[in-house]
């Protein structure tokens, strides 16, 4: 079956850079379009971008092109990296799959990852 | 950007109770609608997509435009979750902030 497992360091300093992959099993990852999405300690879901194997992509403005994401094919994963981290940026992190047979909707989700920006 | 404003926050209810969750969108979407539930330490789960169709037999989504909502016909206690609207119409994706349900 499908599945998509986040990875990463739980701790980032603010200043730097937040480096996240995604590990994508049980099916190409050039068959979909895929998603990074985030939610703070108690608050709700924030759409960070998405990415297609092509390069394709589609960030959130509200990030101010701090957004970086990538896919590597060859190990069947994407990347996301956040430039100049502030504690505003503690999360959990989530990828997640993009079905355009659904209306774009966003039916399969790892577990994710908690980040923690702090010195 | 479309603005997606879910309603309520947060809401009490009963198991057996019938509850309905609304969310509207600041500019016509068409149907593209989603509804996911998350349990407390766990990652979204999508319930509804193209703002009606989906598995969960309980569950039903009625909308189109800008106007949609979201019924539980009967609640059982796996419901008692937070559940977030989601527009696909056009990035960026934005999610509604996302009702709380808790029991009475």
């Known amino acids: 079956q499908v599945q998509l497992q986040e990875s990463g360091p739980g701790l980032v300093k603010p200043s730097e850079t937040l480096s996240l992959t995604c590990a994508v099993s049980?099916?190409?990852?050039?068959?979909?379009?895929w998603s990074w999405i985030r939610q703070p300690p108690g608050k709700g879901l924030e759409w960070i971008g998405n990415?297609?194997?092509?390069?394709?992509?589609d960030d959130n403005p509200s990030l101010k092109s701090r957004v970086s994401m990538s896919v590597d094919t060859s190990k069947n994963q994407s990347s996301l990296k956040l430039s100049s981290v502030t504690a505003a940026d503690t999360a959990v992190y989530y990828c997640?799959?993009?079905?355009?047979?659904?209306?774009?909707?966003?039916?399969?989700w790892g577990q994710g990852t908690t980040v923690t920006v702090s010195s | 950007d479309i603005q997606m404003t879910q309603s309520p926050s947060s809401l009490s209810a009963s198991v057996g109770d019938r509850v309905t969750i609304t969310c509207r969108a600041s500019?016509?979407?068409?149907?593209?609608l989603n509804w996911y539930q998350q349990r407390p330490g766990q990652a979204p789960n999508l319930l509804i997509y193209?703002?009606?169709?989906?598995v969960p037999s309980r569950f039903s989504g009625s909308g189109s435009g800008t106007d949609f909502t979201l019924t539980i016909s009967s609640l059982q206690p796996e419901d008692f979750a937070s559940y977030y609207c989601q527009q696909t119409y056009s990035p960026p994706y934005t999610f509604g902030q996302g009702t709380r349900l808790q029991i009475k």
């Open positions: 997640a799959r993009i079905n355009y047979d659904f209306r774009n909707a966003f039916d399969m």
């Open positions: 500019q016509s979407i068409s149907r593209f």
């Open positions: 193209g703002a009606s169709s989906g």
């Open positions: 049980g099916v190409s990852i050039r068959s979909y379009y």
């Open positions: 990415i297609f194997y092509s390069g394709r992509t």
